[in-house]
């Protein structure tokens, strides 16, 4: 309605300003019309006053009228609808003022929530949030205090009725009304069923770890007792069954890890590590290939020796799956830089490869679970597409971050920074 108001207004103004222009033209012209034709001054006069009033009659006649009611109608209805929409949306929705404090709620929310909307109204939901990952709750509550958008971020919510629940969080500041629009999805039931793959995951690899690696021992055996005594055919028959099983053993580490992981049951014991002894026998997991490939490795060890305290396992993930995927997706005579430095309190690990690189479009799906770049398809046929996502769970277990910079067919970088304890 207010709307409509300032419209018509505006249209006085409007009609106003046209009829103060027009005069003035109109004036100019009987003035030249007097000096040069007086006897025409007269129709002159009559023309002016007809067109003056056609325009009146325009600028505030019947047709704005209804196209104003029309606009006016317009709105309503776009407004309703959208009010419709935000209170009965299955989705939970809060809107917040710039101090954090609830300013509305959708029925949803009050759902979720366990209180009223009168109740809800005027309190903040920033003490209700929680994780076991204090690090994600600092940055989500960080966000929130500098008005920063968070775009489904994973964290837990504790209701007024003091359940825990998971939630994808959205939070949107809109800078024009000072207004921040809360979602919150609940994510229970999903992390429930999640947490129950994983750990059928993790009881089923961890079944069949155990036969695979008696299979694989039993072959290598069979290999050697029968070594000269096979034919061609034979040996390359055992040859493949000698690959496959290996392979299969580290699918099912891999999966056997990611659930561990997953589940938070990858039970972890700090150790001392001196980099500059231990990152050397990482490389050494790779001498054939390096050699085999004709890579120029370069190592930099930055102090050495250096001590750092960390579990030895996850260190070892993170460390040896870099170097490995380096070696996998370099061609022929490319370059490796491997190493490590410190930045004030933070132990800087680095891999770079003047590789095939990862095409940009996909970067931002490298870290899921099961993404293999299309060129990495191309390139190496086999790869599961487990080992980043082990990396990055395992770089978060110890506090730290991981960052990718890559170009296609130049090359891929990848960051690793972990908190020195
Ligand atoms: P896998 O190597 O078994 O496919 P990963 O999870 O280790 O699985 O890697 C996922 C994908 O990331 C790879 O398939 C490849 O597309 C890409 N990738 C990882 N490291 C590199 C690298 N150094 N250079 C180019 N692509 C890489």
């Known amino acids: 309605m207010q709307i409509a108001v300032g419209y018509r207004v505006w249209r006085a103004v409007?009609?106003?300003?046209?009829?103060?222009?027009?005069?003035?033209?109109?004036?100019?012209?009987?003035?030249?019309?007097?000096?040069?034709?007086p006897a025409y001054l007269l129709p002159a006069l009559l023309v002016s006053f007809v067109s003056l009033l056609t325009i009146g009659v325009v600028a505030v006649g019947s047709p704005d009228e209804a196209l104003t009611k029309w606009h006016e109608d317009q709105m309503l209805s776009t407004r309703e609808l959208y009010a419709t929409l935000y209170t009965q949306s299955p989705v939970p929705y809060l809107t917040l003022d710039k101090s954090g404090?609830?300013?509305?709620?959708?029925?949803?929310?009050?759902?979720?929530?366990?209180?009223?909307?009168?109740?809800?109204?005027?309190?903040?939901?920033?003490?209700?949030?929680?994780?076991?990952?204090?690090?994600?709750l600092s940055v989500v509550l960080g966000k929130f205090e500098a008005g920063a958008s968070i775009l489904d971020s994973e964290i837990q919510f504790r209701t007024y009725t003091d359940e825990i629940r998971w939630v994808s969080l959205y939070y949107f500041v809109n800078q024009t009304f000072d207004q921040r629009l809360v979602s919150l999805i609940d994510i229970t039931q999903h992390k429930i069923v999640d947490?129950?793959?994983?750990?059928?995951?993790?009881l089923a690899t961890h079944q069949l770890r155990t036969p695979v690696a008696a299979i694989r021992w039993n072959v290598e055996l069979l290999e050697r007792s029968l070594r000269g005594a096979t034919s061609e055919k034979q040996a390359t028959y055992?040859?493949?069954?000698?690959?496959?099983?290996?392979?299969?053993?580290?699918?099912?580490?891999?999966?056997?890890?990611?659930?561990?992981?997953?589940?938070g049951t990858f039970a972890t014991s700090p150790e001392p590590i001196e980099l500059s002894t231990y990152l050397?026998?990482?490389?050494?997991?790779?001498?054939?290939?390096?050699?085999?490939?004709?890579?120029?490795?370069?190592?930099?060890?930055?102090?050495?020796?250096?001590?750092y305290t960390a579990d030895s396992r996850l260190f070892h993930i993170i460390t040896s799956n870099l170097l490995s995927n380096a070696v996998k997706y370099v061609r022929p005579g490319d370059r490796i830089a491997f190493g490590y430095r410190l930045e004030g309190n933070e132990l800087v690990f680095t891999v770079a490869d003047s590789g095939i690189g990862i095409p940009a479009e996909q970067l931002p799906r490298l870290f899921s679970k099961f993404f293999r770049a299309s060129n990495a398809m191309q390139h190496r046929a086999e790869g599961t597409g487990l080992g980043?996502?082990?990396?990055?769970?395992?770089?978060?277990?110890?506090?730290?971050?991981?960052?990718?910079?890559?170009?296609?067919n130049q090359g891929t970088t990848f960051v690793v920074r972990l908190p020195i304890a």
């Open 195 to 202: 947490k129950a793959k994983s750990e059928f995951v993790a």
């Open 388 to 408: 980043l996502y082990i990396v990055k769970e395992s770089v978060e277990q110890l506090g730290g971050t991981i960052a990718v910079q890559s170009v296609e």
């Open 280 to 307: 050397p026998t990482i490389v050494e997991e790779f001498e054939g290939q390096i050699k085999e490939k004709q890579i120029q490795l370069t190592t930099e060890y930055l102090p050495a020796p250096f001590t």
């Open 238 to 263: 055992l040859m493949k069954v000698a690959r496959n099983v290996t392979r299969m053993l580290a699918l099912i580490n891999d999966f056997l890890s990611v659930s561990k992981l997953e589940t």
């Open 14 to 37: 409007r009609m106003f300003l046209i009829v103060v222009v027009l005069s003035a033209v109109f004036g100019a012209v009987y003035f030249v019309v007097s000096l040069l034709f």
């Open 101 to 136: 404090r609830i300013t509305t709620c959708n029925q949803a929310a009050v759902r979720l929530l366990g209180r009223t909307v009168e109740e809800l109204i005027g309190t903040t939901i920033n003490d209700r949030f929680t994780h076991e990952d204090d690090v994600h």
